[in-house]
C-alpha cells in the first residue's frame, strides 16, 4: 500500500482545488453511466462530458502541484495529477458537496450537470483572465468544452420537464434532493478573498447573480420553479464530506495504492 | 389517448471533415428531436476530429431506390465506355486532368 500525500494548503491551492476536485469527483460519478445511460448515443455523450472533466482536472492538478510545491519546502519534485488524484486522505478534497453524491437517476444526473456545469463555465469563463497565465490558457481550452456541456444538459432538462408525467415527476424530485447542496457553490471566505486579491480567479459569490440568470432562462422554458434556499450548508470545499466520498475514493484509488505508478 | 411512439426516430448523420470538403455520410443515430439529433451526432461521429460541420437528416425522409430496380437502373451502363471522357488527346500542357 502506498501511504497518503499530505499537502502544504495555500490558499492558492486551496482554491485551485476547489475547482480541479469538483471536475474531477463529477467526472468520475459520471463515468459510472458508462455502459447504463438510457440510450446508446446519450451513453456516449455522457462519457464524453466525463472525460472533458478528467481533462480538465489532469490540467488543474498539474497546476496545482506546481503552486504547491512552490511553498512546501519539499527537495523532491512537485507532486503530480496522478499523485494528487489518487493518493490524498478524503479530507484533503476540496471539491463541492453536489458533485459527490451518488449518481441517481438520468433525470438527477442532467439536473446536477445543468447546475455544476454552468457554476464552472462561469469559473473558467472568469478564469481566462486570471493573473496566472497557466491558469487562463486551460480556461481558454475548458471554457469551450463547458459551453456543450450546459447546453447538452439545458436541453435535456427542458424535455425532460416537459416530456411524460413520469420524467417531470423525476425532474421535480432531483430538484427537490439537489437544491440544499446549491447555497455552498457561492458561500463566501478567505480563501476566495485572497483569490480576488491576488487575482488568480474569481469569488465564488460573485458568480451567484450569473448563475441564477443562467439557470432561471432553463427553469422558465421547462416550467420550473427554483425551490427556496435551504438553511443547510453542505462543506465539502472545506474538506469536510458526506459519506459518500469515501467510498468512491476507495473505488478510485485501489489501484493506484496497491500497484503505485501502475500505469497501461 | 394517442398511441405514443416509444422508438425515437432514426437521423443519417454527414459530417465535413474541413471547410471546402463536401459532407459525407458517415452513420446514423436515433434522436428525438433535430437539436438533439445534432448534438448527439457530434457526440458519436466527431470525437476524434472528424469534422467541423454536421448535417443530420431524418433517414424517413430519405427517397432511395428501390433494390429491385437495380438491373433496370444500373446494368446498362456497364457496356458504355464512350461515355467516359477518356477519347481525347489532351494537350501536354494540361498535365494530370
Redesign the interface.
Known amino acids: 500500500m502506498t501511504a497518503s500525500i499530505s499537502l502544504n494548503f495555500t490558499p492558492q491551492v486551496e482554491y485551485l482545488l476547489r475547482i480541479a476536485d469538483t471536475c474531477l469527483i463529477l467526472g468520475q460519478r459520471l463515468g459510472e453511466w458508462c455502459g447504463h445511460a438510457p ?1 446508446l ?2 451513453d ?2 455522457l462519457t ?1 462530458v466525463a472525460l472533458d472533466l478528467i481533462g480538465q482536472t489532469r490540467a488543474l492538478l498539474t497546476r496545482a502541484g506546481q503552486i504547491e510545491h512552490q511553498g512546501s519546502g519539499r527537495s523532491d519534485g512537485p507532486y503530480d495529477e496522478d499523485q494528487l488524484a489518487f493518493l490524498r486522505d478524503e479530507r484533503d478534497y476540496r471539491n463541492l458537496t453536489m458533485a459527490e453524491l451518488p449518481r441517481g437517476d438520468f433525470a438527477f444526473t442532467v439536473l446536477r450537470n445543468l447546475v455544476l456545469g454552468t457554476w464552472l463555465k462561469l469559473h473558467w469563463d472568469r478564469l481566462q483572465q486570471s493573473s496566472d497565465a497557466e491558469l487562463a490558457a486551460i480556461a481558454g481550452k475548458a471554457v469551450k468544452e463547458a459551453r456543450y456541456h450546459q ?2 444538459a439545458a ?1 435535456w432538462l427542458v ?1 425532460l420537464a416537459d416530456g411524460t408525467d413520469e420524467s417531470r415527476r423525476r425532474v421535480e424530485k432531483a430538484l427537490a434532493e439537489l437544491w440544499r447542496f446549491v447555497p455552498e457553490m457561492f458561500a463566501a471566505d478567505a480563501i476566495d478573498d485572497a483569490a480576488v486579491a491576488s487575482g488568480l480567479g474569481p469569488a465564488r459569490s460573485a458568480l451567484r447573480e450569473a448563475w441564477q440568470a443562467e439557470i432561471a432562462a432553463v427553469f422558465d422554458a421547462a416550467r420550473l420553479a427554483a425551490p427556496a434556499e435551504a438553511a443547510f450548508r453542505s462543506t465539502g470545499t472545506l474538506g469536510v464530506h458526506s459519506e459518500h466520498l469515501g467510498r468512491m475514493l476507495a473505488e478510485m484509488q485501489f489501484l493506484q495504492r496497491s500497484f503505485p505508478g501502475g500505469a497501461w | 389517448m394517442s398511441e405514443v411512439n416509444l422508438e425515437w426516430p432514426l437521423w443519417e448523420v454527414f459530417v465535413r471533415t474541413k471547410a471546402g470538403l463536401d459532407h459525407k455520410h458517415c452513420g446514423s443515430l436515433h434522436a428525438a428531436d433535430p437539436k438533439m439529433a445534432i448534438q448527439l451526432a457530434r457526440d458519436v461521429y466527431t470525437r476524434r476530429q472528424e469534422g467541423c460541420s454536421v448535417w443530420v437528416v431524418r433517414s424517413d425522409q430519405i427517397v432511395a431506390s428501390d433494390p429491385g430496380d437495380k438491373a433496370m437502373y444500373f446494368d446498362p451502363m456497364e457496356d458504355k465506355v464512350y461515355r467516359h471522357p477518356s477519347f481525347y488527346k489532351l494537350p501536354s500542357e494540361v498535365d494530370h486532368m
Do not use: F, L, P, S
Request: aromatic residues 0%; negative net charge.
Open positions: 440510450v448515443e446519450e456516449i455523450a464524453n447546453q447538452h436541453d424535455r
